[in-house]
């Protein structure tokens, strides 16, 4: 049986300050510097005059802080499920706008969003934490209802392969990697949880899902091993 939603909380709970990092918060994760990068510059291209940022996941608030770069002062609404984080979040990105900062503990699942009244959605490594089709079907429409027309998702993830072959080859080169990062005992903490908490899903079920959803225009912005980044516009 997969954590519950209070075992996920409290896990996030004690580890703020590894994701309060920019560089290196999401180490775990296959190329987290280049797709923070590819993320923001996509949302900033897509929708340059965006006033309203909801970051889903937000943790301690790195997406945000790295579009706010792109396009300042933004008002903002961070969601996670963990209170210390939005906490972390919240004062890390006050110096960074003059926008309104809005702070919700909830889960993507459960929260009312506003309707048409986010011009970007990020959501970072948060995803995988749905679990059936019928809760992500649920969540991409969410999201679809809550941005502006032209609005813009930019998600990034872990995923699986449809192919179970395909999929034994880049958990083992996944696996390579989190060796090299932080040795044998740091790649099995890794696997543990993820077998403990996740459960990802193909990249192309999730384009689909976005497609079904509403969106007309679904994009690819990079793909390593076990991870992914791609976006939808309204």
């Known amino acids: 049986m997969k954590s519950s939603v209070e075992q996920i909380r409290a896990r996030f709970d004690k580890d703020v300050d590894r994701f309060s990092n920019l560089e290196n918060g999401h180490s775990a994760t296959i190329d987290s510097p280049l797709v923070l990068e590819l993320m923001t510059r996509a949302a900033a291209a897509i929708n340059p005059g965006a006033t309203n940022l909801l970051d889903i996941g937000c943790g301690a608030g790195n997406y945000s802080l790295k579009l706010l770069q792109r396009i300042p002062n933004l008002n903002v609404t961070l969601l996670d499920l963990s209170y210390p984080m939005l906490e972390r979040a919240t004062q890390r990105i006050r110096p960074h706008t003059t926008g309104d900062i809005q702070a919700i503990q909830a889960d993507i699942r459960e929260?009312?969003?506003d309707s048409a009244h986010y011009d970007i959605i990020l959501a970072g490594a948060v995803f995988h934490h749905l679990r059936g089709e019928d809760e992500w079907q649920s969540v991409f429409e969410k999201c679809y209802h809550s941005l502006k027309p032209g609005g813009s998702i930019w998600i990034s993830d872990l995923i699986e392969h449809s192919n179970p072959l395909v999929q034994v080859l880049m958990w083992e080169r996944y696996g390579n990697y989190l060796?090299?990062?932080g040795g044998q005992t740091y790649c099995e903490k890794v696997f543990d949880y993820i077998e403990q908490e996740d459960t990802p899903r193909p990249l192309i079920f999730q384009l689909d899902m976005l497609r079904k959803a509403g969106f007309p225009n679904v994009e690819i912005l990079h793909k390593n091993s076990v991870f992914a980044?791609?976006?939808?516009?309204k």
Do not use: K, R
Not at 229 to 233: E, L
């Open 229 to 233: 980044a791609y976006g939808a516009i």
């Open 179 to 181: 060796q090299e990062l």
């Open 111 to 113: 929260v009312e969003l």
